[in-house]
């Protein structure tokens, strides 16, 4: 069974710091680049990171550039998201993603999601 579960949101005041997990089963990791999307209300799902499946490569918007930061582990089937500098405006909630292509052959997974708020 495929699961990606987010962990590590709550409530932050600005300028604090958060660090957002992904834990990945029942699949293989490490052939998968890895991204973080995140949804605020009344939007639409906004890309955050991406990550290449072994780490080399690592892209963000220029919403959370300089702010955060995507990282990996395939030993331990993770993936991370530091959040340093949080303003109001990167309330949301936060998505992992999975999506694995080859040729023709594709496949993607999302989590649940996990709610970070940024107020004092």
């Known amino acids: 069974q495929v699961q990606l579960v987010e962990s590590g949101g709550g409530l932050v005041q600005p300028g604090g710091s958060l660090r957002l997990s992904c834990a990945a089963s029942?699949?293989?990791?490490?052939?998968?680049?890895m991204r973080w999307y995140r949804q605020a209300p009344g939007k639409e799902r906004e890309l955050v990171a991406t990550?290449?499946?072994?780490?080399?490569?690592?892209n963000y918007a220029d919403s959370t550039r300089g702010r955060f930061t995507i990282s990996r582990d395939n030993a331990k089937n993770m993936m991370y998201l530091q959040m340093n500098s949080l303003k109001p405006e990167d309330t949301a909630v936060y998505y992992c993603?999975?999506?694995?292509?080859?040729?023709?052959?594709?496949?993607?997974?999302w989590g649940q999601g996990t709610q970070v708020t940024v107020s004092s």
């Open positions: 029942g699949f293989t990791f490490s052939r998968y680049a």
């Open positions: 993603n999975a999506r694995y292509e080859l040729g023709a052959s594709s496949s993607e997974y």
């Open positions: 990550i290449t499946r072994l780490g080399s490569e690592r």
